[in-house]
């Protein structure tokens, strides 16, 4: 169970760390949605990036490489969950698309289209929020409940694994990929 209680552990620690970059994003988009002429589109490309990082190349990708297909396998009766689960992921990433063409609109200093983007970033936010809170509220309890030691001990090697990637020389700023090039929640760098 120590296994269990150190990826319980790490994802609640990831999932709080993720709030505060979706809630710092949001505090200055909804700022800037105020004055959209003075929006600063590198800034928020900054910020959009390492949220990105974060959110959806390390914390997410142990969820949906790790704990889901554990969770699965373990009930049959979880398909509802992970289905929805890979839903908001799917709408996540068609946000996500929309933010990088909104930027690159914003990038031509237009207030109407920095509006836009603002409104458009929000909405990827509050997607990333309703998906940790499902995380939190269903799907941690119930990988508790199902999955087993042995199980836990597996997931915990994957996440030490990618702990491990991810303290490695690749995941410097300047080995992550620009927000314009990000495709997707997923996509290897």
């Given amino acids: 169970m120590l296994t269990a ?6 994802l609640s620690i990831e999932q709080k760390k993720e709030r505060h970059f979706i809630a710092r994003m949001l505090q200055y988009v909804q700022n800037s949605a105020r ?12 910020q959009l990036q390492e949220l990105i990082t974060f959110a959806e190349t390390r914390h997410q990708r142990k969820v949906e490489a ?3 297909p554990a969770v699965r396998a373990a009930d049959a ?5 992970v289905k ?3 839903a908001l992921s799917r709408i996540g990433r068609a946000m996500l698309n929309a ?3 909104c930027l690159r609109r914003a990038m031509r ?4 289209h920095g509006k836009f983007l603002c409104r458009t970033i929000d909405l990827y936010c509050q997607n990333l929020l309703t998906r940790l809170d499902k995380e939190e509220q269903e799907l941690l309890p119930l990988a508790q409940k199902v999955i087993s030691s042995e199980e836990w001990f ?7 694994a990618q702990e491990g990637h991810a303290a490695g020389p690749d995941d410097s700023p300047a080995a992550q990929p620009p927000v314009a090039a990000y495709t997707g929640f997923y996509s290897p760098a």
Wanted: charged letters at 20%.
């Fill in 35 to 46: 004055r959209p002429q003075e929006i600063d589109p590198v800034h928020i490309q900054s």
């Fill in 99 to 101: 933010v990088q063409k």
């Fill in 84 to 86: 929805d689960l890979e």
């Fill in 66 to 68: 790790c704990l889901l």
């Fill in 5 to 10: 209680t150190y990826v319980l552990l790490t």
């Fill in 154 to 160: 597996e997931i915990g090697s994957q996440f030490l």
């Fill in 109 to 112: 200093r237009s207030a109407m």
């Fill in 77 to 81: 009766s979880s398909a509802a969950l």
